[in-house]
């Protein structure tokens, strides 16, 4: 039913500013730090790159644009999930419906067998 009451371009009726906030979060998030941290303490460890400043950009750069794509593979599957979901809205309430009823009676079974 969530996905019933989303609107369909969801960044259209957001404020300008919670937007903004979103994407500095995701840019400034505490996380990304000590991961990418720890990454580059081993590809310096293991002569991947350098202490150079070109060697450094060449990485941030490369972490930039890998973190932009995911991002961008996120949006689009996302977009391409909820979709599926939509369509296929009462195929999944029978599988799910159905996998809990075989799941529910397997632990009786279970239950009742000890």
Not at 5 to 31: F, M, R, V
Not at 48 to 56: A, K, Q, R, V
Request: net charge positive; hydrophobic share 55%; with cysteine.
């Amino acid at each position: 039913e969530l996905a019933d009451n989303l609107p369909q371009n969801l960044s259209q009726n957001l404020p300008k500013n919670l937007i903004i906030g979103i994407y500095l979060a995701i840019i400034i998030h505490p996380q990304q730090f000590s991961f990418w941290g720890i990454w580059g303490l081993y590809f310096l460890q293991n002569n991947y790159i350098t202490n150079e400043f070109l060697s450094i950009l060449w990485f941030a750069l490369g972490a930039g644009i890998g973190a932009g794509s995911f991002f961008m593979l996120l949006y689009f599957l996302g977009k391409y999930f909820l979709n599926f979901i939509q369509k296929n809205k009462m195929y999944l309430y029978y599988f799910t419906s159905f996998l809990m009823l075989i799941l529910g009676l397997l632990e009786c079974k279970r239950f009742f067998m000890l």
